[in-house]
């Protein structure tokens, strides 16, 4: 459950330290889950990243604390919430997908995300 003023950590090498969520579209409703887009500013970034310190980004959350209950009845949760920094076009900005990534992620259309990542859970 991601709602708003909520801090995620960035899963890609995109440069970010530190994610604020500061708004979810009324479509998704109060509370963001796994496979949801997001809009977030960056707290804190490397000189040599992509994304710049106080830039406004749109965020894919790939993991949540949070349970999330599947269609087969089995439930999955992650220990971090975590997002993918994301352009227009819904492809991730950075080059590398750090950890593990829910399989809703590529269930929603995120299929490149979903490659790219070491675990699909």
């Keep these: 459950m991601i ?39 960056v707290r804190g970034a490397d000189s040599t ?24 009845g089995t439930y999955v949760r992650f220990d971090d919430n975590a997002g993918v920094v994301i352009d227009k076009q819904g492809f991730p900005r950075g080059t590398r997908v750090l950890g593990p990534v829910a399989k809703e992620v590529k269930d929603v259309g995120y299929t490149k995300i979903a490659s790219l990542a070491r675990e699909v859970v």
Excluded at 64 to 69: D, N, Q, S, V
């Design 3 to 41: 709602q708003l003023r909520s801090m995620l950590i960035p899963a890609d090498n995109s440069g970010a330290k530190k994610l604020m969520v500061f708004g979810i579209s009324h479509k998704v409703g109060k509370y963001a889950t796994v496979g949801d887009v997001v809009n977030c500013v």
């Design 49 to 72: 990243g992509i994304v710049t310190d106080h830039e406004k980004v749109k965020v894919l959350v790939v993991r949540t604390k949070k349970e999330i209950r599947r269609k087969d």
